[in-house]
Each structure stands twice: as C-alpha cells, then as structure tokens.
C-alpha cells in the first residue's frame, strides 16, 4: 500500500478528487438505502456517514506526510458539507 501511496503526487487536486469520489459512492449507497428500506425513509443523516469517512482518509494521507492530498480532501469534505446543508434546507 506504501508503493502506491508514494506514487501519488503530493497535490491538492488529486486530494480534492479523492474528497470527492469516496463520499460520491457512499452517499450513492446511503441513498439507494434510504429510498428503498422502509426503516430508513427519514434518515437523511446517513450522508454525514459517508461524508465523515473523509476525516479518516484525510488523516491516513496527513500520517504518511502527503499533506496537500490532505488538504485537498478537507476542502472537499466543506464542500461536501455544505451541500448537505443546503439539501436540508431547501
């Protein structure tokens, strides 16, 4: 796991795809799980699960000294966030 994470490119972008790909599948499968288990019809915050799965990933990167990977992960788990802000509220 080390030889593939030494050759990613310590850059904020590949952080931001990153950041944005993981939550993407599990909100994708929080949604599926929502619209189609009856007991789970109000629980909208299974998307902060899968938003939250990026502070885990994002500290794996910081660990291994890939810190703009990691920053690029914390800006997409804000912007993640306020997406999910404005999707309650609206």
């Not at 690029?72 to 802000?85: E, P």
Request: charged share 10%.
């Amino acid at each position: 796991m080390n030889e593939q994470l030494n050759k990613l490119t310590n850059s904020v972008w590949i952080g931001l795809a990153i950041g944005i790909v993981i939550p993407a599948i599990l909100c994708g499968f929080a949604w599926y799980l929502i619209n189609h288990v009856i007991y789970l019809q109000r629980a909208d915050l299974l998307y902060i699960g899968g938003i939250a799965v990026n502070a885990y990933v994002m500290q794996y990167f910081f660990k291994y000294n890939k810190e703009n990977i990691g920053r690029g992960i914390l800006a997409a788990t804000f912007l993640c966030a306020f997406v999910f802000f404005f999707y309650k509220v609206l």
